[in-house]
């Protein structure tokens, strides 16, 4: 029995032994270091720069725009319009000017400066009032990146109707780094026309389509390996591919490795981060508590380029309507061009931002019209055979009002909110309890997964040892241990005849990029069939029976091999077909199935200090088949703990367009001290298409947690907070501006 | 400079340059790689090791600062096979992108050195110095109650 069992993580010895070598921590061959020079301005015009005495210039390899072949001066995303590196004009803080590489790094340091950059300044757009506005159009006609509206019925009819009661919201969510604890680093080669990168990342066929882009080189002169990846959240997503370049580029004039390890400063300030969004609210309610309309407007700020921003906005508002059913629903969402580095992929992906809105909504209906949060969900849940806001109807079983009371029932919710309603008048120490309720699609958005038609394959050798050849890298998430149960439960062997092969182009086929909670569900799937490929071969043959001994399956290996050369399955990602879906109307199934989730959070606040501290927290979802139920714990108490973070802390500050706080001195993540309890519950409803039932859980752990804590603070305080990160002096603002209404 | 110190029981002289600190000793000089560097400033603790018998951020300490020091690294607690803590991280979950790891599990190391039966309370102060950003750190406290259960055992 393979899925459900907790495996251990099968590289975890070399990570506890620190033999596991990180991208820093491989010997390259003559390797120097390379590093960036960037814009301190968040806009305006590179007039030149100079190079001041100081370091030895004719030793340093020096890259500029000049260096890249004419018109390919672009990173490949959705849209190519994020350059390399700056040839006039400059749209963010930190945007990468110049690349200089020497083999002493303290060298190399002290050149950086020495680079004097001339600058024409122009005038920032750093909100996303200001971008909407169109004082100063910074990207394209309008600076709209992308814009869409998902309509079902008719919101406007409901709204002039008598006899309903209207809740309006407009709410906020800041940036937020994804803070790996490896810093991104990637080492390049070029040997004549071929380049090799390894380093940290998400996407190596990512990485791969930037480099033949930009070097304009056929596929197969193209090598990228993923190198053991300490963490990325999706902040190794889209970023490696700029590294990758730099570095490249650096390799290719240098002729030497060359490698570059961002500093946690650098890292911070540059890479990506969360969308910040804005989110407002239209809902009419009757007096009952039953959602007639929904009227939503979501709005991403998606920094200076395009980078991820449509599909980020795609999964935030597909997903900004909850796990309710209502007829009619309207989201409009844009997502805008700013003068901040491009905010990109966070664990997620735009659905903790529409659900912290969606989620604080509900809390603030139900105080409007005098009901318990929990009854006004009951009243509002989507049930099987209803359709969502794209039309989509739930065909898979989901039970969110189980999943409300079995999470309340753990989290003793309605026990303590009688308690904490009672001790909080006399208590300078205020309790409240909060919940929200939520789901999270598995996989690529809409058509995506039909799109990438990722493919996974499976190979055995002469001795019955069995590999799996994916692009998923392992970044923490498991997906090693998950392949590994995943392949040895589909060809009956025991786990140690099982290897994962480490990610790398000149190997393993285009699973697919690791995000979107596909890497179980969907490759996975395609492991789970490319296994079962190589037992129908054997068995098909004739060299093998059903029944087969681990032994008896080497021996038909090695007779299968001997005679036909290799063993050797790939499957193909094929739509389930009762998928449909449509790019242009927003119409239609947006994922093959969803994760459902009720978190509760328990929180403490010092009326003296203003300090929010979370006591307990619950979270309880459905996802299919666990595969791993140790790893799943362990992911999703992580997720739970980034989401406290970016409710209650983690606040990115920016200075004309610039991070300020980017050390882990000054944005400050929860720590061991920090952390509640994270008590984890999984009801399992086994998805037909997913291997061995499971679902996808990567990123739901994030969506829930900021609006449960903020339901929590108002219920203890009744400080209706809009925004987060809500840090103490927001809650003191917040209170003090209470009272004084009062007065 | 040339620093002379005993490293994972071994006494061993550098010849560092004067301005490198201690992790760059250990990972440039002596190729230990285990300990690891993630921010540089003494925040992160993913470079932490024993220094004398107290647990230090390798990044805040000058490397002319350990002439005659006694240091422990990862590679010299894993030298005889796992540590227990190693076993009960291995065992509970406690490691998932493994770049706090080697850090953590000094920190863990390091408390039950000077505390063999610490309290959950005591555990969580001990590694508020080491940051994960994976775990929530729920499974690294249950390897390290683990590992004060398994104190028995050989090491």
Redesign the interface.
């Given at each position: 029995m393979t899925a459900g069992s907790?495996l251990?993580?099968v590289?975890?010895?070399?990570?506890?032994?620190?033999?596991?070598?990180?991208i820093?921590?491989i010997?390259f061959p003559g390797v120097i270091h390379g590093a960036t020079v960037r814009t301190p301005a968040p806009c305006g015009t590179l007039k030149g720069f100079t190079l001041q005495p100081g370091v030895p210039w004719d030793e340093f390899t020096i890259i500029t725009a000049e260096d890249i072949p004419a018109g390919h001066n672009f990173i490949a995303h959705i849209t190519d319009d994020q350059p390399c590196l700056v040839e006039r004009r400059i749209n963010h803080a930190d945007e990468a000017v110049l690349l200089l590489a020497h083999p002493d790094k303290?060298l190399l340091q002290k050149a950086l400066p020495l680079v004097k950059l001339d600058i024409e300044q122009g005038d920032p757009v750093l909100t996303i009032e200001d971008s909407l506005s169109r004082r100063r159009v910074v990207w394209g006609a309008d600076n709209v990146f992308k814009s869409f509206t998902i309509e079902k019925g008719d919101v406007e009819k409901i709204f002039t109707s008598s006899d309903i009661i209207i809740v309006e919201g407009e709410y906020r969510t800041g940036a937020q780094e994804?803070?790996?604890?490896?810093?991104n680093g990637m080492v390049a080669r070029a040997d004549g026309a071929s380049v090799t990168v390894w380093g940290s990342m998400q996407c190596p066929y990512y990485v791969h389509k930037s480099l033949a882009k930009m070097f304009s080189l056929p596929d197969d002169m193209i090598r990228v390996v993923q190198t053991?990846?300490?963490?990325?959240?999706g902040g190794k997503e889209d970023y490696p591919s700029m590294l990758a370049c730099h570095a490249a580029l650096l390799a290719r004039k240098s002729g030497r490795h060359v490698k570059m390890i961002y500093?946690?400063g650098e890292d911070m300030a540059a890479t990506t981060k969360r969308h910040p969004s804005l989110t407002r609210h239209r809902t009419a309610v009757t007096r009952d508590g039953r959602i007639l309309a929904m009227d939503i407007e979501f709005i991403l700020d998606g920094g200076a380029y395009v980078t991820m921003s449509p599909v980020v906005l795609s999964r935030g508002a597909i997903h900004a309507a909850g796990p309710y059913f209502c007829p009619d629903v309207r989201i409009r969402a844009r997502a805008v061009a700013t003068n901040y580095p491009p905010h990109g992929a966070f664990r997620g992906f735009g659905a903790p931002q529409s659900f912290f809105a969606m989620e604080r909504q509900m809390d603030r209906i139900a105080a409007k019209i005098g009901m318990q949060p929990d009854e006004l969900r009951r009243r509002n849940f989507i049930k099987k055979g209803q359709a969502m806001a794209t039309g989509q109807l739930v065909r898979d079983n989901v039970d969110m009002e189980g999943l409300l009371e079995r999470a309340l029932k753990e989290a003793d919710y309605h026990c303590k909110r009688r308690r904490f309603d009672a001790g909080n008048p006399a208590s300078p120490v205020k309790r409240g309890i909060g919940f929200s309720c939520f789901m999270h699609g598995g996989g690529f958005t809409g058509s995506g997964e039909t799109f990438l038609s990722s493919i996974a394959a499976v190979e055995a050798a002469p001795d019955g040892r069995v590999r799996v050849l994916a692009s998923s890298t392992e970044?923490?998430?498991?997906a090693n241990t998950v392949f590994t149960q995943i392949a040895a439960g589909a060809l009956g062997l025991p786990f140690s005849m099982i290897e994962v092969a480490q990610p790398d182009t000149s190997i393993v086929p285009n699973s697919g990029p690791t995000v979107a909670s596909r890497t179980t569900m969907i490759v996975g799937k395609l492991v789970e069939n490319a296994a079962l490929g190589i037992k129908q071969t054997l068995l098909g043959s004739g060299l093998l029976r059903e029944g087969y001994t681990a032994s008896q399956f080497s021996e038909a290996c090695a007779l299968y091999i001997k005679k036909s050369g290799h063993l050797k399955s790939l499957s193909q990602y094929k739509k389930p077909e009762h998928m449909d879906w449509d790019d242009k109307t927003y119409r239609g199934d947006a994922y093959g199935t969803y994760s459902w989730a009720v978190y509760v959070a328990d929180v403490s606040i010092d009326t003296v200090t203003y300090e929010t501290r979370v006591e307990d927290f619950v979270a309880l979802q459905e996802v299919g088949k666990v595969v791993n139920p140790?790893?799943a714990?362990?992911?999703?108490?992580?997720?739970?703990?980034?989401g406290i973070g970016h409710a209650l802390c983690e606040e990115v500050l920016w200075k004309n367009g610039h991070m300020i706080n980017n050390?882990?001195?000054n944005y400050i993540?929860p720590?061991?001290?920090d952390?509640p309890?994270?008590r984890v519950f999984f009801e399992e409803d086994p998805y037909a298409h997913g291997p061995g039932g499971a679902k996808g859980l990567g990123e739901l752990p994030m969506d829930g947690p900021a609006p449960a804590i903020l339901n929590a603070v108002m219920h203890a305080t009744g400080a209706d907070i809009r925004s987060i990160p809500m840090q103490p002096e927001h809650l003191m603002k917040a209170l003090e501006d209470s009272k004084e209404g009062g007065k | 400079m040339k620093i002379t110190m005993t490293l994972n029981g071994k006494r061993m002289t550098f010849d560092a340059?004067p301005?490198s600190r201690l992790l760059d000793l250990l990972?440039e000089d002596a190729?230990?790689?285990?300990?690891?560097?993630?921010?540089?400033?003494g925040?992160?603790g993913?470079c932490s090791i024993i220094m004398n018998g107290r647990l230090v951020n390798s990044c805040l300490v000058p490397a002319l600062q350990c002439e005659g020091a006694d240091i422990l690294?990862?590679?010299g607690v894993?030298a005889g096979g796992?540590h227990r803590v190693?076993e009960a991280?291995?065992?509970?979950?406690g490691?998932?992108?493994?770049?706090?790891?080697?850090g953590m599990?000094m920190a863990v190391v390091a408390l039950l050195d000077h505390n063999p039966n610490p309290s959950e309370a005591q555990?969580?102060?001990a590694?508020?110095?080491?940051?994960?950003?994976?775990?929530?750190?729920?499974?690294?406290?249950e390897s390290a109650k683990n590992a004060i259960a398994a104190k028995g055992a050989t090491r």
């Open positions: 907790s251990q993580r590289e975890c010895i070399p990570k506890l032994t620190g033999e596991a070598k990180f820093d921590d010997d303290q994804q803070m790996y604890i490896e810093p053991v990846t300490g963490g990325a959240f500093s946690r970044m923490g998430q498991g140790v790893l714990e362990g992911q999703v108490q992580g997720g739970v703990l980034q050390r882990f001195t993540i720590t061991a001290a952390a309890p994270i | 340059h301005m990972r190729r230990l790689t285990g300990t690891k560097e993630g921010c540089g400033e925040e992160c993913a690294t990862i590679e894993s796992l190693q991280f291995l065992q509970h979950g490691a998932q992108c493994g770049a706090c790891t080697p599990i555990i969580r102060e590694l508020a110095g080491n940051l994960c950003r994976c775990t929530g750190y729920m499974r690294i406290f």
